[in-house]
C-alpha cells in the first residue's frame, strides 16, 4: 500500500494504492488527522489504484470523515471500482461519503 498527499485549493488530495488491510490503516490514521490537526478539513481520497480494502481501512475513513465533519469539512471518494466498490455498497457507506 502506497499513499501520495498532496494540497489542492484548500483540499487534501490523498491517492491511496495497492492493497489496504488493518496493519496499514494506523499510518493512514495518524497522517490524516494530521492534516485535520492543522486545520485542513476538505479531503478528495482517489482509491481508483486500490485492488483491495478490508473493513479496518474503510473504518479508517470513516474516522477521517467524521473528524473532518466536526470541524465543518467532509471527505470524498473517488474511483470506487471491483471489491472496493462492494465493500463500500454492502456497508453503505456509499450513502455516508460524496462519491465523485
Wanted: glycine share 10%.
Amino acid at each position: 500500500m502506497t499513499t501520495e498527499v498532496s494540497i489542492h485549493d484548500k483540499q487534501v488530495k490523498v491517492t491511496l494504492s495497492g492493497s489496504i488491510y488493518v496493519q496499514d490503516t494506523a499510518a493512514i490514521l495518524e497522517k490524516l488527522l494530521g492534516f485535520i490537526d492543522r486545520g485542513q478539513t476538505s479531503f478528495l481520497i482517489d482509491l481508483s489504484a486500490v485492488d483491495y480494502m478490508d473493513s479496518a481501512g474503510l473504518g479508517t475513513l470513516l474516522a477521517i470523515h467524521n473528524r473532518a465533519r466536526k470541524k465543518g469539512g467532509g471527505v470524498s471518494v473517488k474511483g470506487l471500482h471491483g471489491l472496493v466498490k462492494e465493500l463500500f455498497t454492502h456497508a453503505r457507506v456509499d450513502k455516508v461519503f460524496a462519491i465523485v
